[in-house]
């Protein structure tokens, strides 16, 4: 039997390993079912690989929006911190007047101290004097 | 002093607020450049709209129309003018209504001002003309034409001048079309605003070159402010003229009205743009280039007097300390404080509706009396009373709340009076004449009715300050004048039929002061400080006078220095730059004046023998004989050495009889007159006769002895000796005619003139026995 043609696989059926009648080669069925095998983990992975290059697209995109954000901060900072010394300026002069000010007070207060701490002295002359001379 | 303000967080209006106006005390309008006219209440702190103006209306100033008007005072403003940069001025009533609007100037209208009655409106504009209008806003005339814009325009004080800018020179232009126009150079840089106080007559400007300067009404300069950081904006005199108010780049400046500066404020408002006073000048409100409107109030006010110091910490609250023992009291009242005053140990506080008088010996119990008019310009005080001045007239309290009386004259002016221009004492009030200056106004207190003979006191020049003194009896009341030459004159208040003598006792003299004590006069007089010991001694040995004062070398204060009282021994003084000063004097004179006024002379040469005092000798000499203290006097005399006068005392007290002695004493002090009266009064026709032969009176002498028909051979024959001794000749007509009936017989003279002195002596004895007879009766 096995020297002689099958007739059935010339007929083009097969008989499998369980026994069971076939159309397909054998070999070629399973080739068959591991390219099918491969193609589905190919798959797979170009999935994954999408989802993670998805993910690194939106991080980077974020990062992006980030450093925009920060870019722009930096940007008030610096303006504001212009303006500040601006304003410490203004403000400078502004307590620099009010000291001038305080100061000018400062001088008259010193000025009546002194005529007062001058009558004082004559006061107490004017009393010494006067127990003396009793 | 110094300023409280008070500002919004966020401003009411969108966009520069140009222009405020007060119309009573607690309520403020205020135009912006977002078109609304806004009311702020002060009492209830709300802010409403008034009115919404049309779009094509861009503000630029505002004024009430005034509320007096010819005395009868309304009791708030109705109308308003408001300015527009259209060239437009519009009359808005108190609600919002626009009344009239009138096309007034090609280009903005930047100034109106109401006169001080109402009667005319002036309105300045940027095509450089000034137009005057009449109440209802029918143009009267066109004042001024000029390249420049004007930028400010102000009333002088009897509204018979305006005041206006041109670029960098200010103008005084009277109304009066021949009158002379004054321009003068102002500042470095455009000038800005002006303003003009009616009460001391000095004017402010404010400019570009960031300075302010305060000037009299000549032109003169007075003060210039150090420059600011930025330009100022804007000037306002407080009603009262005592301080103004200066604006500028988030800036608010109280200042003295001699220029320096009380206070600064760094309020975050933009420009200020325009200030203005409330009627009391207790607060003022700026407009704000930022959209805000900024109001202040003024605390911090001192008051001096012994040993208290009293300090409005709040608007409605004082502290009183003594420094003594430190003691610290606390007064509380229900309104706003407005004035006080704090002299002879009382304090009167005006507030808006009352009048609270204090003891300084008991702060808890003070005496309230409710006050009719609002706002109290002036408080004057004496010993026993004092004197309240407000917009409608002068009364006169007691310090038990009495009212005593109100004097009133033809046109008073009371909202112009200031202390320069009112004097009280215990039983007079001096009130210089603002129609006249040169004449001064004399009250009795008491009864508010004009001093006796109705006549008041004139001065050949205007007068810029008066001062009575204090002490003493009433009869002797002298009042002090300086005039515009700053020379110090001193007379009589009250006075018997002739005319006063007014007696110069000082030259540039710029402040004086009465003592409250004695009547002793401080004074500066030419950068010296002067003490007057006994001024009065002008009219009893005028020669005197140098040697009665007491000088302290002025060099210890700085420029232009202003006594502000003069209380015991201390003097005490405000400078040019605002620093107080005190001076004292010995305390001498006061108790000399003590002693004199209670004929102690004894101890009185005590106290000159104690001094060693060269001016107290003189004083107590002048006082002597004022009281015809002949021993005395004689003895102080001596101590001066005043030789001829100590002889003549001598004189004085061995005459034979009272009315001759009398008569040499007038006769001492100058007062010929009176002293020949006396003597012819009493019947002595030769002594009178005899005083001005010695006076070399001839005509005089003759005219004597012919209308008594006695003694005509006397004077002829003193006559011909007086000629031979001189080697001239007789010219004289009528001594010619009297000489060729009459025998002139030296003998014979003598021999009556014996006879003379011992009937005078006769008759004076009689009348000592007589008078004596009769206290005994």
Redesign the interface.
Known sequence: MAMAKDPLSEAGFYFDELNKLRVLEPEVSQKTSELKEECKDFVDKISQFQKIVGGLIELVDELAKEAETEKMKAIGARNLLKSVAKQREAQQQQLQALISEKKMQLERYRIEYEALSKVESEQNEFIDQFILQK | MRLKTWLLKEPKHEDIVSCVGWTTADELYSCSEDHQILKWNLLTSETSLVVKLPEDIYPIDLHWFPKTVGGKKQTQAEVFVLTSSDGKFHLISKVGRIEKSVEAHSGAVLAARWNCDGTALITAGEDGQIKIWSKSGMLRSTLISQGSPVYSVAWGPDSDRILYTSGRQLIIKPLQPSAKVMQWKAHDGIILKVDWNSVNDLILSGGEDCKYKVWDSFGRLLYSSSP??YPVTSVSWSPDGEVFAVGSF??LRLCDKTG??Y??E?PNTGSVFTIAWSADGTQLAGACGNGHVIFAHVVEQRWEWKNFVITLTKRRTMQVRNVTNDAVDILEFRDRVIKASLAFGHLVVATSLQCYVYNTKNWNTPLIFELKEGTVSLIQQAEKHFLLVDGAGLYLFSYEGQLISSPKFPGMRADVLNSQGVSLSNDTIAVRDKRDEKVILLFDALTGKVLSDGKPLTHKMEVVDIALDQCGPSTERKIALVDKNHDLYITSVRHLGREAKICKIGSMVHSVAWNDAANILCGIQDNQFTVWCYPSVVFTDKELLPKTLYIKDGS?FSRSPHILSFVGT?ATLR?G????????I??YAGVLHEYSSSTRWEEALRLCR?AKDQSLWACLAAMSMTHRELTTAEMAYAAIGELPRVQYIKIIKEQPSKESSLAHMLLFSGQVQEAEATLLQAGLIYRAIQVNINLFNWERALDLAVKHKTHVDTVLAYREKFLKKFGRKETNQRFLQYAEGVEVDWTKIQAKLEMEMSKEREKAANASVRSSVSVRR
């Not at chain 2, 730059?577 to 004292?584: C, K, N």
């Open positions: 600011h950081d988030n800036t320096w500066s206070a600064l760094k210890e201390i400078q730059d605002g620093s107080l000063v005190y001076s004292s010995p305390p104690f």
